[in-house]
């Protein structure tokens, strides 16, 4: 049972013993104290994985999701006055999100074809033949609740060549 009335020690108190608590009595999604620093997505990627291939097509995806970022920190939002695919209105923000993505896509020399929600049709962007990998996204998951100030996203898939993308079941 809590008191009613609680003094300003006892609050402190109890603060006190929140705050030497460690995360994994606090979180459910991590124990990781925190530090200092932390290793880098090259150094988690050189232990975790060990296709140097997925390397580098991740590495490539998470580079332009954080150009993407910057980007949607000075890019004004406005619609576009057209929809894509599946009806949705595009702002200009999905536009953006979306050019990036495919101009990642075609710089990468792992992937070899790509597909959005923008531009749903696969599209070959491997010029030199030696892509691995086909990918989708959906440039900016969330972005008709931008203007808000709401969390957005990127939503990226990654297929291995040997299936591709039409046929594939996920497993």
């Not at 992937?111 to 049709?121: D, F, K, L, M």
């Not at 990226?156 to 591709?164: D, E, F, H, N």
């Amino acid at each position: 049972n809590i008191a009613m009335s609680t003094t300003a020690a006892e609050k402190q108190q109890r603060f006190a013993n929140l705050s030497k608590a460690s995360a994994s009595s606090t979180s459910i999604y991590t124990t990781e104290e925190k530090k200092d620093s932390y290793s880098t997505l090259e150094e988690i990627l050189e232990t975790k994985c060990s296709d140097p291939k997925v390397r580098q097509v991740i590495q490539d995806l998470m580079k332009v999701c954080a150009d993407i970022t910057d980007a949607l920190r000075t890019a004004l939002v406005t619609v576009e006055g057209s929809t894509n695919d599946f009806g949705d209105s595009q702002l200009s923000v999905d536009v953006i999100s979306d050019q990036m993505l495919w101009e990642a896509c075609i710089q990468s020399s792992v992937i070899r074809e790509g597909a959005s929600e923008e531009e749903p049709e696969i599209r070959n962007v491997d010029m030199n033949g030696e892509g691995e990998f086909t990918v989708c996204w959906d440039p900016l998951d969330g972005s008709s609740i931008i203007d808000n100030n709401w969390a957005v996203g990127t939503m990226i898939g990654v297929w291995p060549k040997s299936t591709g993308l039409i046929g594939a079941t996920g497993r």
